[in-house]
Each structure stands twice: as C-alpha cells, then as structure tokens.
C-alpha cells in the first residue's frame, strides 16, 4: 500500500524561479502546491508560473488543456479556441485536444526553465517537452515527455516512467476572481481543502482470480476516518474512461472535491473505491465479476464500509460510464445510486430496463451538450451514435423513458468529453444525489 503523494509546497517551487516582480504570491493557506500568483496585472487576478530545472535541456516547451471560448462562438463543430492570453471574462474551457503549445525561457545561472501565463479558476492538465528540434513549436517529435518533478501526478508505487496517457500529466489549481471573472464559471469545489479537512489517498493490489493479475485500486477515506465507527460509511465505486487507470480521477481533482463537499457538509464522509477498468480491458461482464466477488469483499474487508445495497453506489464516465449501465441492467441489485457520465452504449450492453427493480433504483445520467455520444447522434442520424448504432448515449436516455424507469439529469451545460465537465458532475452528484 502507498499513501497519498504530497506536494512540494508552493514556495519552494518560487524559490526555483526567477525572483517575482511587483505581483503579490497567493495565500498558501488556501491554494496550496501550485506556482499561482494573485496579480493585478492578470485578466484573470491570478497568473501560473512554470518551472522545471534542467541545466542541461537544450529546449523546454509546456503543454495544458488551457484553450477557450466565448459561448457566443460555441456550436457543435466551432469555438473561439483562446488562448490564455485571449482569455476575456466569460469565456469557458473548450473540449479539444489540440491543447496550445508554449516555448519556455532558461535562467542562464540557475537552470530553470518558466513560463507565465494568466489562467482563469479551473484545475488544468500540463506536462513538460524536453528538447525536440522541430522548428514548429506544436510538433513536439523527438522531444522527451515529463510531469512536473517538484508536483508529481499520483501513482502507484511504480516508477513515473512506466505511466502512460492522461497519468502522466501534472495538476494545477487556480483560484475564482469574483471581480475579473464575475461572468466565467467558479470552480472553487476544486481547491485543495484545508490541511485539517484533507482525506486520505492509498494504493492496493486486490488479488483477482478473474485476472492473471491483482486489480490496482486507489481508495480515498474521508477526513477523520474511524475504522472502528459503529456506522460503517458509505462506499462509492468512482470508475474512470477508456485509456485510464486507477490514479485518473485523482490526477483530475477528485480528492480535492471530495475534501471540500464533506469538509462543508455537503455529503456525508464516504470511502471512495477507483478500481483499474483498464485491466479488465474493459470486459464488463469481468469488471462486475470481480466487483462482486472480490473488490466488494475486500473493500467490507479491510474497511469499514457498510454492506448495505443503499450506502453503495456506482459512477463513471465514458467507458466507465457504460460500464455503469451495464451493471445497472445486469447486477442491479450490486448498488442503489448509479451515475453514468458521457457514456456510449456499446454492443455488449443489452437496452432492456424491463427489470421491476430499476424502478426503485437512483439513477443519474448526463452529458456535456457537445459531447460526441450526443453531438454525432444530432448531426447524422445514420451514424454510430445515432439511437439504435453502437455508442449512442441518447439509447440509455430513449430506453429508460419507454420503460417508465425513473432517472436524473442536469440542465446541459456547455462541454465535451472532457475532465472539467466531469469533475462539475462529481461535485454535482456528492451534493445533490449521493445518500439523499
């Protein structure tokens, strides 16, 4: 078992840079392992500054899933595509995965290698490029691929270069501006909590006879966490989507969300459990497999989590999500609250919601309004998405309202396939779903 990776704090990072001008550093108390400055400067009231030391890199570019758009320009098939430093106040993060590119600066004397840049409140993805020599700075070919040492992505106890895709990249919060960025979405359910209201992140190998090897598995326990409470807690299974593993939630925010909706009463103290879909390769019939007959176990187990079918439920997005629904018309009886985010209906999924029992069940499904399982499904109804083809999300939708069977959604907002519309519906669901 590994604990909870901790972050170097935010002066030190500071302390690597070059010295800062006339801009004032965040509150540490609040905003706590990232290199955010308060500026008054910024468009935004808050800059990022980068920086990796590498004396001996020749070229050092940074990558994020920084890029935005007036909702004016939004549609189906168009977006402004801003950059931060095109940023105005009320533009969104936009689904892409043409993330901007940036050239970094060397300190001559120290080494390190920094950018800053302007971001609005949000938690973004980046990662590092060493060297390269593309003149293009987009093509990154032949440059070497690095999270930020100093503010490492969770993982594992496995080296970081064995981690692969959305795993490998580095985290940074940034604060809400309720002046500059008054029409822009607040994202401040993402900000580290509170030292004192922050749980606890471990990793586990489960022992699988379904799998030629254990199942990797991240478990979160709530701050205060008592293995010896006379009421065991509530257990939410948190799956992630197709190319992800254990460590994807967290490496998107969910820690700090699940921190901060308990820390202000907004949901219970719960265990959640965010097992490795991917090594299963996403065979659903062995995901729910061994959710029955070995993660459950395990989880009632070696935590003390209740085994009552009304304190579990189930969530996922994508693939993940699919994977919910699946269990949901196969084992309902396995959970009582189901969450399905963004997720394609895939030809393994039988669309029959005849079972008495979904009746009863709480059921929660959603999509960002361009998502690709409902956008294709708009724009060509021969495609796959369409109702009827293989990964259309609107088959959950148009199946469940023929059967009678009760579900929730949300007022669609504004998004694609993409970490920041699922982590709004994490929060979404931790206050208003979950155990009410």
């Known amino acids: 078992m590994t604990t909870r990776i901790l972050f170097i704090a935010i002066i030190i990072i500071i302390s690597g840079c070059s010295k ?34 590498n004396p001996d890199a020749k070229r050092m570019r940074i990558k994020g899933e920084w890029l935005f758009s007036s909702l004016a320009d939004g549609t189906m098939r168009t977006s402004t595509n ?16 043409d993330w901007p590119v940036y050239e970094m600066s060397k300190d001559q004397t120290t080494g390190i290698w920094s950018i800053t840049f302007p971001l609005p409140s949000g938690t973004y993805k980046y990662k590092y490029y060493i060297d390269g020599d593309q003149t293009d700075v987009n093509d990154l070919t ?3 691929e690095a999270s930020d040492p100093v503010n490492p992505p969770y993982h594992r106890d496995a080296p970081l270069s064995d981690l692969k895709g959305e795993d490998t990249y580095s985290k940074v919060y940034v604060p809400y501006d309720s002046f500059k960025q008054n029409l822009s979405r607040d994202s401040s359910i993402e900000a580290p909590a509170k030292p004192e209201d922050r749980g606890t992140v471990s990793f ?7 799998l030629d090897i254990p199942v990797h598995m991240a478990v979160y ?19 992630h989507g197709g190319g992800g593993t254990e460590s994807s939630w967290l490496n998107n925010g969910a820690a700090n969300i699940l921190d901060n909706v308990i820390a202000e009463g907004k949901m219970e103290p719960t265990v959640v459990i965010m097992p490795n879909g991917s090594n299963f390769s996403w065979k659903r019939d062995n995901i729910v497999n061994s959710i029955e007959n070995e993660i459950l176990p395990y989880a009632t187990n070696h935590y003390n989590v209740s ?3 009304n304190r579990r439920a189930m969530a996922g997005l994508s693939m993940g999500g699919a994977t919910v629904m699946y269990t949901l018309i196969n084992r309902p009886e396995l959970f009582n609250y189901y969450t399905a985010m963004s997720a394609p209906w ?11 029992i979904l009746k009863q069940k709480k059921i ?4 960002g309004l361009y998502d690709f399982v409902k956008v294709e499904a708009v724009l060509n109804p021969e495609s796959r998405q369409a109702k009827g083809g293989e990964g259309s999300f609107y088959s959950f939708i148009f199946g469940m309202n023929d059967a009678g069977v009760p579900f929730k959604t949300q007022a669609e907002e504004p998004f694609g396939h993409q970490w920041v519309f699922w982590r709004e519906v994490l929060a979404h669901i931790s206050e208003n779903f979950l155990w009410k």
């Open 20 to 53: 800062q001008q006339d801009n004032k550093e965040a509150d540490l108390s609040s905003i706590q392992q990232t290199t955010v400055i308060k500026s008054s400067s910024s468009p935004t009231g808050y800059e990022v500054k980068f920086c990796y030391q």
């Open 82 to 97: 801003a950059t931060p430093y095109e940023w105005q106040n009320g533009y969104t993060l936009w689904g892409t995965k």
């Open 142 to 144: 032949g440059a070497i």
């Open 204 to 210: 586990v190998e489960v022992p699988s006879n379904v």
């Open 221 to 239: 326990l709530p701050k205060g966490y008592d293995p010896n409470r006379a009421e065991a807690y509530p257990l939410l299974f948190l799956l």
């Open 307 to 309: 085994k009552d079918v």
């Open 346 to 356: 895939t030809k393994d999924i039988t669309l029959d919601f005849s079972n008495p």
């Open 364 to 367: 929660f499904v959603t999509a």
